[in-house]
């Protein structure tokens, strides 16, 4: 089972300096830019702010060179990169409203970074993790479900993603994304033969026995409970859709995939019809431009978001000369349409390739990394990133219906952008040793 | 296990290229789209964000857009709005463009194609996008004189210079300043524009071109007699004009205005009918030439076709298919027969430009903001309505009309006139509109008016277009002679 590509890789750790040096002017220019176009240009605000990202690099740098030396070297530049351009928008947005998102984000982003250069230093092997597999589950579980619990949950914007706890607000789903990946990853790397067994035949394609539904059902039903209590298909597609990708990365056999969607499609459908809040985000997704859909608010937000990408056009109106501001949430849920606003289309571009190099360097990791836990880790830490990025971005484009996730690392918010951080500490980890000459593994 | 994961980065792909081809489709191909969307305010900040061109009058700017300190950037200032409000239009942050300020948007805002290389040129030189200069046909003495005529009578005048088309004057009333819809205090601008709309008087519909089009009256008889003339009729022949017609079918009769005798023998001359205006005469030619060929006159001129000055022109109508009374009400203009001023004005023009109509317009120039042309509206032939003797035979009908007719009033010292007078019934209770169509001088013509005062203006049921909108015609005509004689038209 531990199929080794033998990887002959340099470390990086100077390659890793250099992108750093390269994200950190493009984080810097990017708030210059910001304060100038807003007339809030000031040197000393900006040389400090400069030097923050610069410390927050180099402790990162400097950690991960003691501790994990080989870790992937194009990670952390790609991470730094994407938080801090959403910063700069978030700041920009907070010009044009008045607000102070951008502080609190920098603190968040601190305080990320922090968590990352924790869990790095604590967790020195990451099988060690495949201990808690069924701790993760429950955790994962519980967080998961936590908005629902009466005086604990609130509902924001139709859908009850969030907990409010002395007036501090979190979604804990962005946390218990990362314990169901540990979950699913000890599970299956245990169950994956079992599951892998053949079944009937039909339509020319194996499928696994009945009896070996349990997992799937039990898993699905999770998320038909997600999707139907919590009002939210991102949050129940994200979930859903990390399983079924860990259980093919498992098993190989694309029988369960399609099993898996066509019961996600049946119940997404009944969703789809019966619960209004569900319903009411199809039609404004399907139907968003019409003037009946559009009057009675379902869409305006989405549509709002589609005008703003369109001004921007090929090569935007540059950082600070769009209106951004003109979309409800442009520095959350809408943080895609506000860069798209400004740094055009080609800015779009860029932002999904750095997201792009991100998974597929997790996607590197699970099959250079030996053990059948590390593999199914990193491929399905890599892949939940990819589907939140999916299912925001899709959101906002119009590709799929608008859900209440948001952008990874861009967008406004402590728990999304914290939980992401450790999500990149375990990508870290695991790469380290992936990518350690053979003799040294242990 | 790495296969399924190289197969899942293949997937990761899929999507990312997916979400990068719905961004294309938005940000790129079907940008333009979003960006036209009325709902679409970016569109409107950014537009006001622009440097928008300026309209033009004899060489001065009527119409500009002056700097200020707020979120707009500029502020779109009228100047004398009010006269020149029924071709500009109004540009307002809440309510958008209208009229000229619509149609032609792209040349003033800098964004149309023929724009491009002026574009390029600012975008080198960093500076900002600059929208073009429209250079109007109307003159502005012009415009002053059929405002200052018309008063506060509701009615509207439009003149023509008949051998180009060009828009000499365009003047509705009641009118609306600009200046109140295009403050940036949206509060000041909705209340403003509430007042307008709830007025009964609609001083927001343009009346020379798409208000409610008007019953011609006997100015529908210049059809009748055009299409006499190309049947073989001649200004001498005689009609049957009784002191009373039977409309056939009915026991209805039509009469002459005041129910007076046409002629003693109940028979006159083509040319005299004309001349006193002769009701019956000209109901009982229309019987006897058929709707058909009195309909394919009017359409000759230009009836039941819509065109684009480039303010879109309510199309004039015509009865859909009358039987003998409702043709013999017709041939007077009354029925269903119903005309903009402005296709008054074309009739008036027509004649004037032996036979062939020109179409009309209302862009002379546009310059691009470095002053170098753009583009210039060639004088296009609309319709060939008449051949040119019948179109000189009418005309001398129509200088009887003003030497001896209905039309004295139009009459100026030196210059032969050629006019028409109307005064059309509007229902039991309401006054008549009063109009009246000419163009002078008779023989070398320079200008062509039609002029509607509705329900009899300012005197009410006694009024005639020949005591009311002849001499305001006259008024019109006679500061265009003046132009001319300046050099000006």
């Given at each position: 089972m531990a199929t080794v590509a033998d990887l002959n890789v340099r470390a990086g750790r100077r390659s890793e300096l250099a992108l750093l040096g390269l994200a950190w002017m493009v984080i810097v220019l990017a708030r210059a830019l910001v304060d100038y176009n807003a007339a809030f240009l000031e040197l000393v605000p900006l040389a400090i702010y400069g030097a923050v990202w610069a410390a927050m690099m180099i402790a990162a740098h400097v950690v991960l060179d003691k501790v994990a030396p080989s870790a992937d070297p194009v990670l952390l530049p790609a991470v730094f990169a994407l938080n801090g351009v959403g910063i700069a928008e978030i700041r920009r947005i907070d010009h044009a409203e008045g607000t102070a998102f951008a502080d609190a984000q920098m603190i968040w982003a601190a305080l990320g970074v922090t968590a990352m250069i924790a869990v790095v230093l604590l967790l020195r092997d990451h099988r060690k993790l495949r201990r808690f597999t069924y701790t993760a589950g429950v955790v994962g579980l519980v967080l998961y479900l936590l908005p629902l619990v009466p005086g604990l949950g609130i509902t924001v914007?139709?859908?009850?993603?969030?907990?409010?706890?002395?007036?501090?607000?979190?979604?804990?789903?962005?946390?218990?994304?990362?314990?169901?990946?540990?979950?699913?990853?000890?599970?299956?790397?245990?169950?994956?033969?079992?599951?892998?067994?053949?079944?009937?035949?039909?339509?020319?394609?194996?499928?696994?026995?009945?009896?070996?539904?349990?997992?799937?059902?039990?898993?699905?039903?999770?998320?038909?409970?997600?999707?139907?209590?919590?009002?939210?298909?991102?949050?129940?597609?994200?979930?859903?859709?990390?399983?079924?990708?860990?259980?093919?990365?498992?098993?190989?056999?694309?029988?369960?995939?399609?099993?898996?969607?066509?019961?996600?499609?049946?119940?997404?459908?009944?969703?789809?019809?019966?619960?209004?809040?569900?319903?009411a985000r199809f039609d404004a997704w399907l139907h968003a431009l019409d003037p009946e859909v559009y009057s009675s608010g379902t869409s305006e937000q989405l549509v709002r978001g589609l005008f703003g990408m369109a001004s921007g056009g090929l090569f935007g109106t540059g950082l600070g000369e769009g209106r951004p501001d003109l979309v409800p949430y442009a520095e959350s849920d809408f943080i895609i349409a506000s860069l798209g606003e400004e740094l055009g289309l080609t800015g779009l571009m860029a932002i999904?390739?750095?997201?792009?190099?991100?998974?597929?360097?997790?996607?590197?990791?699970?099959?250079?990394?030996?053990?059948?836990?590390?593999?199914?880790?990193?491929?399905?830490?890599?892949?939940?990133?990819?589907?939140?990025?999916?299912?925001?971005?899709?959101?906002?484009?119009?590709?799929?219906?608008?859900?209440?996730?948001?952008?990874?690392?861009?967008?406004?918010?402590?728990?999304?952008?914290?939980?992401?951080?450790?999500?990149?500490?375990?990508?870290?980890?695991?790469?380290?040793?992936?990518?350690?000459?053979?003799?040294?593994?242990? | 296990m790495n296969e399924p994961v190289r197969r899942l980065s293949v997937i990761v792909l899929l999507l990312v290229l997916t979400l990068m081809a719905a961004g294309s489709w938005?940000?790129?191909?079907?940008?333009?789209?979003?960006?036209?969307?009325?709902?679409?305010?970016?569109?409107?900040?950014?537009?006001?964000?622009?440097?928008?061109?300026?309209?033009?009058?004899?060489?001065?700017?009527?119409?500009?857009?002056?700097?200020?300190?707020?979120?707009?950037?500029?502020?779109?200032?009228?100047?004398?709005?009010?006269?020149?409000?029924?071709?500009?239009?109004?540009?307002?942050?809440?309510?958008?463009?209208?009229?000229?300020?619509?149609?032609?948007?792209?040349?003033?805002?800098?964004?149309?194609?023929?724009?491009?290389?002026?574009?390029?040129?600012?975008?080198?030189?960093?500076e900002q996008q600059q929208g073009a200069s429209i250079e109007l046909t109307l003159r502005s003495s012009l415009q002053q004189v059929a405002a200052e005529q018309l008063g506060d009578q509701r009615g509207a005048v439009v003149a023509l210079d008949p051998q180009t088309g060009e828009v000499l004057a365009m003047v509705t009333s009641p009118t609306y300043d600009p200046t109140s819809l295009a403050s940036h205090d949206t509060a000041e601008v909705n209340e403003n524009y509430q007042e307008l709309l709830a007025r009964d008087d609609s001083p927001l519909v343009n009346r020379a071109i798409a208000g409610d089009t008007y019953p011609p009256g006997s100015t529908f008889k210049l059809i009748d007699a055009a299409a006499a003339l190309e049947a073989g009729y001649k200004p001498d022949t005689e009609l049957y004009a009784p002191q009373e017609l039977d409309l056939p079918g009915t026991t209805r009769t039509i009469g002459n205005y005041g129910g007076a005798t046409c002629a003693d023998n109940d028979t006159m001359t083509l040319s005299d009918a004309l001349r006193i205006s002769c009701n019956t005469a000209f109901a009982d030619l229309g019987m006897d030439l058929q709707w058909s060929v009195v309909e394919r006159k009017a359409k000759d001129f230009g009836w039941t076709d819509s065109i684009d000055i480039p303010l879109s022109v309510t199309a004039?109508?015509?009865?859909?298919?009358?039987?003998?009374?409702?043709?013999?009400?017709?041939?007077?203009?009354?029925?269903?027969?119903?005309?903009?001023?402005?296709?008054?004005?074309?009739?008036?023009?027509?004649?004037?430009?032996?036979?062939?109509?020109?179409?009309?317009?209302?862009?002379?120039?546009?310059?691009?903001?470095?002053?170098?042309?753009?583009?210039?509206?060639?004088?296009?032939?609309?319709?060939?309505?008449?051949?040119?003797?019948?179109?000189?035979?009418?005309?001398?009908?129509?200088?009887?009309?003003?030497?001896?007719?209905?039309?004295?009033?139009?009459?100026?010292?030196?210059?032969?006139?050629?006019?028409?007078?109307?005064?059309?019934?509007?229902?039991?209770?309401?006054?008549?509109?009063?109009?009246?169509?000419?163009?002078?001088?008779?023989?070398?013509?320079?200008?062509?008016?039609?002029?509607?005062?509705?329900?009899?203006?300012?005197?009410?049921?006694?009024?005639?277009?020949?005591?009311?909108?002849?001499?305001?015609?006259?008024?019109?005509?006679?500061?265009?002679?003046?132009?001319?004689?300046?050099?000006?038209l």
């Open positions: 914007n139709g859908a009850r993603i969030w907990i409010s706890v002395f007036g501090y607000t979190a979604q804990p789903g962005e946390f218990a994304k990362i314990a169901l990946v540990v979950f699913f990853a000890g599970y299956l790397v245990t169950n994956r033969d079992t599951l892998a067994l053949a079944g009937p035949k039909f339509l020319g394609m194996r499928f696994p026995r009945p009896r070996d539904m349990g997992p799937l059902l039990l898993v699905w039903a999770a998320a038909m409970l997600i999707m139907v209590y919590e009002r939210d298909l991102g949050a129940s597609l994200l979930f859903f859709g990390i399983f079924l990708g860990m259980l093919y990365v498992a098993t190989q056999r694309l029988s369960w995939v399609l099993t898996g969607m066509g019961l996600f499609f049946i119940g997404g459908s009944f969703a789809a019809l019966t619960i209004p809040h569900v319903r999904l390739t750095l997201y792009l190099i991100i998974v597929q360097r997790a996607f590197r990791t699970s099959i250079g990394v030996r053990d059948g836990f590390g593999k199914l880790l990193s491929s399905g830490l890599g892949f939940a990133i990819a589907i939140q990025v999916f299912i925001v971005v899709g959101g906002v484009t119009r590709v799929i219906p608008l859900t209440g996730l948001t952008a990874p690392f861009l967008a406004y918010g402590g728990s999304s952008l914290l939980a992401n951080w450790i999500v990149i500490a375990l990508l870290l980890r695991v790469s380290d040793m992936a990518r350690r000459p053979s003799e040294e593994v242990a | 938005i940000q790129v191909l079907n940008a333009n789209d979003l960006n036209q969307d009325p709902r679409n305010v970016r569109t409107l900040y950014r537009e006001y964000g622009n440097f928008r061109g300026p309209f033009v009058v004899d060489g001065e700017s009527v119409v500009w857009s002056e700097p200020v300190n707020d979120p707009y950037n500029y502020q779109r200032t009228y100047a004398n709005g009010s006269l020149y409000a029924a071709a500009t239009g109004f540009y307002s942050i809440v309510y958008g463009r209208t009229a000229l300020e619509q149609t032609e948007n792209e040349l003033l805002n800098g964004s149309a194609d023929s724009l491009f290389w002026t574009r390029l040129g600012n975008l080198f030189a960093g004039s109508r015509l009865p859909d298919d009358p039987n003998e009374a409702q043709t013999a009400m017709s041939a007077i203009g009354q029925f269903d027969v119903r005309a903009t001023p402005l296709q008054m004005a074309m009739v008036a023009a027509g004649i004037a430009n032996d036979g062939v109509v020109m179409k009309p317009y209302l862009v002379d120039t546009v310059r691009a903001s470095d002053l170098t042309v753009v583009d210039v509206t060639e004088p296009e032939v609309y319709k060939e309505a008449m051949d040119r003797a019948d179109a000189n035979a009418l005309t001398d009908m129509m200088v009887g009309v003003v030497d001896s007719g209905t039309g004295t009033a139009a009459q100026i010292g030196g210059v032969a006139v050629a006019g028409k007078t109307g005064t059309a019934e509007t229902g039991q209770d309401t006054p008549p509109h009063a109009w009246f169509v000419s163009f002078a001088p008779a023989d070398d013509p320079k200008i062509a008016v039609a002029v509607i005062v509705e329900n009899g203006g300012d005197i009410g049921n006694e009024a005639t277009g020949g005591a009311v909108a002849a001499p305001i015609a006259r008024a019109v005509m006679q500061e265009g002679l003046r132009l001319d004689a300046e050099g000006d």
